[in-house]
């Protein structure tokens, strides 16, 4: 068995150290102290024991049709149930509730849409062009989708469309059917916001064009996540002694807003190491992407490059307040238990692929 590469784990390590350091930073301010850093470990030894799991299994079990549309009907069955039996926060139903833990289940729905869509598309490359596939893999899509647009989960919802965007478009798609897709956005952005989105959730889109009006209202996240960064500067305040985060003035300091509080405490030189290893932890998997031989590899690594991406731009997007606000965790540092799993999920199923070089 092949060694796995070594860059790769190397800049995850550091970035989930990141995250550690700056939710320890904060959470000395806990009902009890150090819960939610606490929480967060055992978070992640049971994402990275799954991880070991799924990286031991021979990667040709996840290419099984059968499995994977169990593992996708599994997703969207649990999508289904969150909508009647899931706790509310926020106006969302998106989590169930155990106790001091909670699950959301729209994490393990992205990884199986991933799934779902490499094995569609790697099984009809050469005739991807076609309209029916088109349509097929966009059903696939649109049903989590619709699922989690229902909750109302407006940032979930935006994964989902984009992850099949980037693979059905990566899997040879053509110039007039980007131009039809993007109609159809429009047409779909369009019904959200008359039939969707709560009033909260537009707020926060309006709010975006123009912060200043309700500063205190639907613009507040924003300008406190601004004003925490603002004064990071070049080293940051040090660990423990932001006070934006530690004052309570910045909502959501360690999930959402997570990038804000590191920025508050690292300053610019902590944010360059962050970035540096997401630039790195992409380049990996586009590298191994390339190097793959079976095309369900190439675009299951492909796809889930694309969540991460996308996922770390829309949340530093909502940070920096270039982005409008609609809740997407930092992938391996906001504090949660769902999206960890699903990551390390994912990177298990692509380590099985480098240690067998598929």
């Known amino acids: 068995m092949f060694k796995t590469d070594s860059v790769l784990f190397l800049a995850l390590f550091v970035l989930i150290a990141l995250g550690l350091l700056v939710l320890w930073s904060i959470s000395f301010q806990d009902n009890s102290p150090f819960l939610s850093v606490k929480k967060q470990m055992i978070f992640l030894g049971i994402s990275i024991c799954f991880f070991i799991l799924f990286s031991f299994l021979d990667w040709r079990i996840f290419n099984n049709s059968s499995l994977i549309i169990f ?9 289904i149930l969150v909508l009647f039996f899931g706790d509310k926060s926020s106006g969302s139903a998106g989590w169930f509730n155990f106790g001091a833990f ?5 994490e393990v729905a992205k990884i199986s849409l991933i799934l779902v869509l490499a094995k569609y598309l790697s099984s009809r490359h050469l005739e991807i062009w076609q309209f029916r596939h088109l349509v097929v893999s966009g059903i696939f899509a649109f049903i989590p989708f619709s699922l989690v647009a229902i909750q109302p989960d407006l940032g979930g919802a935006m994964i989902f469309g984009v992850i099949w965007l980037g693979l059905v478009a990566i899997s040879g798609i053509r110039i007039r059917q980007v131009v039809l897709l993007l109609i159809l956005f429009l047409i779909i952005a369009g019904l959200a916001w008359s039939f969707l989105l709560q009033p909260y959730q537009q707020s926060r889109i309006l709010s975006f064009f123009n912060p200043e009006v309700d500063l205190l209202g639907a613009g507040y996240n924003r300008e406190q996540a601004l004003i925490a960064i603002g004064s990071g500067r070049l080293f940051g305040k040090g660990l423990g002694w932001g006070s934006q985060t530690h004052l309570r003035f910045l909502p959501l300091s360690k999930t959402d ?53 996308v996922e770390a731009f829309i949340n530093i997007g909502m ?40």
């Open 102 to 106: 909670s699950f959301q289940p729209v």
């Open 257 to 309: 807003f997570i990038f804000a509080s590191l920025a508050e405490s690292l300053g610019l030189v902590g944010v360059s190491i962050l970035l540096i290893c997401f630039l790195v932890i992409i380049q990996r998997l586009v590298m191994w992407a390339n190097i793959f031989s079976y095309n369900f590899c190439k675009l299951f690594t492909i796809g889930f490059a694309i969540k991460l991406l």
């Open 319 to 358: 940070n920096l307040g270039l982005l409008p606000i609609i809740g997407i965790a930092l992938p391996f540092v906001s504090m949660g238990g769902s999206h960890l799993l699903a990551e390390f999920i994912g990177l298990g199923m692509i380590n099985s692929m480098i240690l067998r070089r598929a």
């Open 71 to 79: 593992f996708y009907l599994l997703s969207v069955a649990l999508l």
